[in-house]
């Protein structure tokens, strides 16, 4: 048995598997293509269609191999899968693969203008899969670290934005899906944005990390409002103390922003209300106040969060998204109780295409 | 639209979708389970089986759900798929997923003493995606950094090993499919490894990072020397400054370990023989010496490496693997020149199963 043969044999079996391109992204299509031998009929569903029956059919060669090329669409990150007599199935041969929640999808990232800070920038900062005491959840538990380009030859401190993730997901989802990591390297390498630390908690108290840990969960009365508010306890008595002691951190609240989407805008909007005078930089995306909620509560929140003052009350919402209502809400309640803020709309609804564009929109609003 | 609705929107989802429980591990069985109503045949096929023939069939029930009970096999990480008439799918309700070169696989682990190391301690050392310039292969480049439990609060400073994957992988594989930073923070809670940082390069010098960060490639002619010793050269005069730079280290040989698997055996065993007396701890893992190599040359850099001098020369392998017999050319070549040595063999071949026992067993040797 040679080296050579040694060194390469796994290679060689990976080539042979990768023969199927797919996707082939071109001048003005997109090629899929999946070998399925035996199948009588194969679609391609992309998160680019208007609906699940939008689906296209594919057509097969005398290898087996199936494929259909489609119109490119505009520069996004989109999923796809595809649908082989009734069975949904990811593509074999892409290696992008994102995790939402539970659930794992193939991904098409189309290159344009949009897209253009969701690639991989020159000057890029490191990512920490940090594992810290959390004695307010009663849990050692692991949050993603995002530490800019320079900072360990530096000796600078940085700003923080502690950016929370929705329900089903975890500490993993805004350093893949959202591309976080590759969103503040180009702004930050392009000078729009400051360089900052960017801290992306697990934001289920029930969990120690994602469930790609396999750690064990516990429950939790949700309608006890001591265990609600367990999490938001937790960033500022355990999460923030713990950045500000290991990391070179301007620990002051013109230095910290906060912000979160869906979920993550609740646990904005509650950390920001217990805990006034903490985050100068305040930032719900798609959430809102509830119409039956009491809006007594929220205006006296209201009064204090501008009585500890702030640099910016930004809220991201698409016109389209089910919480828009309650956007709509939040928005008119800052303004009756005259906090300064920005109501930032877009088209589209609760995605992570208008997240992404969100995080790359306040980004360089930031610490200025 | 209330916040109640907002919040657990997407939590409701995938409790709809996970009713289908797979794997589910019992005391004796493990059960497997897919929705496939349209499928004419569906078999599960595990990497415990013998081959691929050994795939069993698994009944489909009233509601489409095709499932099969396996008696357990022994305690081990393995892998599994579902063959739905004649097409591999991996279990779309196992959020346990590993990448293997471009190819993602379900994941079963078995609990049991073999496997106790696998899973997550209590006391967790972090994981760190750091990009370091490589002037020696001319890119900036991504390794995986493990600081052990207690790092960041402590003033010490650490040995470190230096851990190479094999053809086909990246530097993500030894802290997935290879469980590196369970297997050390388990060891170190026992007090059987004493603390060390962990570093795991890409070890393919035509990338930048794993094929995930869709980062351009380069080619490169294998056949050219100076192009084969690069990814050894920047190992020495990149990857080791950076680390002892930017991490609490033990600047000194008889504090620097090396081990690989596979290719990065091959990596060992040149980075060791080229540059003799950087590293006291020298472990290459299923690899060897072609019996068609030159055996003079070997035997002068072997007679370097023993008069720079080296505390452990430790071979891992696998008597079915198909490196066996160079493993064992290797190890007459080292007893012929005189170097004292372990040769490990445990049953299996060349497979994940045998590198995470090989670490699991030697880390216990380092730097004592």
Known sequence: MSMVLVTFGQELANFRRAVVVS???????????????????????????????????????TAGVWSVSVAKPAAEIYTYNFIIDGLSVNDPNNVIMQRDGTRYLSVLLVPGDKTANYFEAKQRGNLEKVWYDSPTIGKNRRMFVYTPYGYN??????????????????????????????????????????????????????????KTMMLPETTMDRTNPAAANMYINS?????????????????DADHRAVSGLSMGGGHTLSVTNEYPGTFSYILPLSMGISATANQADYDAKFQAVKSAGYKLYWIGVGSSDFVWESAKTLDASLTRNGLQHTFFVTEGGHTWANWRVYLNTFAPLLFK
Chains 1, 2 share one sequence.
Request: hydrophobic letters at 40%; aromatic letters at 8%; glycine letters at 8%.
């Open 23 to 61: 996707p082939a992204i071109g001048e003005t299509t997109v090629t899929f293509s999946i070998s399925a031998p035996d199948a009588k009929l194969v679609r391609l569903y992309g998160s680019w269609m208007a609906s699940a029956t939008s689906s296209v059919n594919m057509l097969q060669d």
């Open 235 to 251: 960033i500022v008595k355990d999460i923030i103390p713990y950045v500000e002691k290991n990391y070179r951190v301007i620990a």
């Open 153 to 210: 030859s530096s000796t600078q401190k940085y700003p923080v934005l502690y950016l929370l993730h929705g329900g089903g997901g975890d500490e993993d989802a805004w350093s893949t899906m959202g591309r976080a990591c590759q969103i503040l390297d180009n702004l930050i390498e392009k000078g729009l944005a400051v360089p900052m630390i960017c801290v992306m908690p697990n934001g289920n108290p029930t969990q120690e990390a994602a």
